[in-house]
């Protein structure tokens, strides 16, 4: 596969595995969005996930990867990602996220949306809509020619004008044959310059935005990352081309952009 910059640059044909991937992986997140309740055990995603794994015949990309034990993520409330799903009952004004990941043909699809359960606050509300609107504002800049770093200074600027923050120990990336592959895409201004978008360059775009500080912690299981004040936090993650155009969002489902929430 060509490179520029240490990069993948993916021809047609492994664009279209990526984005049959991803479509993949949209579909099982709307299956979960259309399950997600009060009462619902988050253990139910995970059997929810793993019965779409094999009807679509693909594989989990997170299971086993560096042990990860479970086919998705599952954070509620102050965990920011990599929750394990359990016996935990989602409670009417929780936020839960879910990241799920596939394996096609060899390629990766990589998605993530956070619901809310039954009613809950303005607050939560309106994290969960800046968040995914910071993708958005992320996206617009995947152009070729831009800067990488170009996505996480529009994702902060315009997260912290609404006044939450963004975590900075974990970051976006590229994705391909493998879930993680250059470059890092952080969703934050980096002190450093990054590489210049490509066409054929695919990334995941993912900011984790939380409503107080986004100082991290991780919980004795390894994995669970929780806001350091008990904040909730709120991510949404789509895998996206640079074309020679406008930016491709990878992670469509059948239903479409799986965006529920337009700010003005
Ligand atoms: N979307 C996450 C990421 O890109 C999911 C990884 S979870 C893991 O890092 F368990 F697989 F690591
Ligand atoms: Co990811």
């Known amino acids: 596969m060509k490179k520029f910059q240490g990069v993948y640059i993916k ?3 492994e664009i279209a595995c990526l984005a049959e991937a991803n479509r993949i992986v949209a579909n099982i997140l709307d299956a979960i969005g259309d399950m997600i309740a009060p009462g619902l055990e988050t253990m139910r995603i995970e059997e929810l996930a793993l019965d779409c794994c094999a009807k679509y015949k693909v594989k989990p990309a997170f299971q086993g990867y560096f042990g990860y034990p ?3 993520c599952c954070s509620v409330n102050e965990q920011v990602v990599h929750g394990f799903p359990s016996a935990r009952k989602l ?10 990941g596939v394996v096609y043909e060899g390629f990766v699809g ?3 949306r956070t619901w809310p359960v039954g009613r809950v606050s303005e607050d939560a509300m309106k994290l969960m809509r800046v968040t995914e609107e910071s993708l958005y504002v992320g996206i617009d800049k995947a152009r070729a020619g831009n800067n990488v770093y170009d996505i996480g200074a529009a994702v902060q600027w315009f997260v912290e004008a609404a006044g939450f923050n963004v975590v900075r120990r974990f970051v976006g990336h590229g994705v391909g044959a493998k879930m993680h592959e250059k470059p890092e895409v952080p969703n934050f201004r980096p002190a450093f310059r990054g590489i210049t978008l490509q066409p054929g360059m695919v990334i995941a775009i993912e900011p984790m935005v939380t409503a107080g500080t986004y100082e991290v912690d991780i919980l004795d299981d390894k994995w669970t990352a929780v806001t350091r004040d008990g904040g909730l936090a709120a991510h949404f993650e789509h895998s996206v081309a640079v074309t020679h155009g406008e930016p491709r969002i990878l992670s469509i489902s059948d239903r479409g952009l ?4 337009i700010s003005a």
């Open 110 to 112: 990589d998605a993530a």
């Open 91 to 100: 409670r009417e004004g929780d936020i839960v996220s879910v990241d799920m």
């Open 258 to 261: 799986g965006r529920r929430i």
């Open 11 to 13: 021809n047609e044909r």
């Open 70 to 72: 479970y086919a998705v």
